[in-house]
C-alpha cells in the first residue's frame, strides 16, 4: 500500500462518482430489459383480433389491446395535444370522445396527428357526424399522466392541452368513461396514426449503459494511475534527498 498515493481528494471523488456511474450503467439496463418486454407485449396484442368494448371492461390489463368500436364521437369536445412532432415537424393529436353504441360506454379516441406549421391559424380537422367501425387498441401511458389544468378564460372547446387524462374529461363531463386513451388504427375519420410505442428503444438504453459503465472504467484506471504515478514520484523524491543528505 505504501506503493500507491492517491489522495484524499481524489479518493473522495472516486467513492462518490464510482458507484453512481455502475447504478445508472445497471439502471439504463434494467430499463432496456422493460421497454423489450413492453414492445414483446405490444406486439402479442396487436397482432390479435379486436376485442369488443364490453369484453374490454373484464381485461386485467388492458395496455395495447385491439378493440372494435360501433359508435358516434362527439365533435363538441374536442382536444388538441400540443407539442407532438413527426419528423421533424410541429403538430398536434386529435383527441375526441366517442360513444360506443353496443356498450354505452364513452371513449377517448387519439384519431391521429395533424401538421400545425402556422400557429396563427387554428389546426383544420373534421368530425363526421354518422356512425362509425374504428378499430383501435388502449394506450396506456407509462407513470402517472400530467394534468394540465386549463385557463378558465380559455375553457372553450376545442382545447389546447399538453396532456390529459381521460377520468379528468370525463369528470368535467359529468360522463363514466374508460380510463385510459384509445389510438385509433388507419381507417374511417383517422389522420396518421403511426405511433411509436416508447419514445426510447431498448437499444439506446444498452448504449447509454455502456457508456455508463465506460466512464466508471475510465474512472477507476484514471484513479489507479494517479495512486501509482504519486507514489513513484513521492519515492523518486525521498530517494534524491537521502543521496543529498548523505
Known amino acids: 500500500m505504501k506503493r500507491f498515493r492517491p489522495g484524499i481528494a481524489p479518493t473522495l471523488v472516486v467513492l462518490v462518482l464510482l458507484p453512481l456511474m455502475v447504478f445508472l450503467g445497471f439502471w439504463q439496463l434494467s430499463r432496456g430489459q422493460e421497454k423489450q ?14 376485442i369488443s368494448v364490453e369484453q374490454l371492461d373484464a381485461v386485467a390489463d388492458p395496455a395495447f389491446r385491439r378493440v372494435q368500436l360501433r359508435g358516434q364521437l362527439d365533435a363538441r369536445h374536442s382536444v388538441l395535444l400540443d407539442n407532438r412532432m413527426r419528423d421533424g415537424k410541429a403538430g398536434v393529436e386529435l383527441l375526441q370522445p366517442f360513444h360506443d353504441q353496443a356498450s354505452g360506454q364513452w371513449l377517448l379516441l387519439n384519431r391521429g396527428w395533424l401538421a400545425w406549421p402556422d400557429r396563427r391559424t387554428p389546426p383544420a380537422f373534421t368530425t363526421p357526424d354518422q356512425p362509425l367501425n374504428i378499430n383501435a387498441w388502449v394506450y396506456v401511458a407509462p407513470g402517472e399522466t400530467f394534468q394540465l389544468h386549463a385557463d378558465p378564460a380559455a375553457a372553450q372547446w376545442p382545447r389546447l392541452l399538453t396532456a390529459l387524462h381521460p377520468q379528468a374529461l370525463w369528470a368535467e363531463l359529468d360522463r363514466s368513461g ?10 374511417p375519420a383517422t389522420y396518421e396514426t403511426q405511433w411509436p410505442v416508447v419514445a426510447m428503444g431498448p437499444e439506446k438504453h444498452v448504449g447509454y449503459a455502456v ?3 465506460a466512464m466508471a472504467l475510465a474512472l477507476l484506471g484514471l484513479y ?6 504519486n507514489a513513484r514520484e513521492k519515492h523518486h523524491g525521498s530517494g534524491h534527498e537521502s543521496t543529498q543528505h548523505v
Do not use: I
Open 178 to 187: 374508460f380510463a385510459f386513451e384509445l389510438r385509433a388504427e388507419t381507417g
Open 224 to 229: 489507479l494511475y494517479l495512486g501509482w504515478h
Open 211 to 213: 457508456q455508463w459503465f
Open 37 to 50: 418486454v413492453l414492445l414483446q407485449s405490444y406486439a402479442e396484442r396487436r397482432a390479435a383480433p379486436p
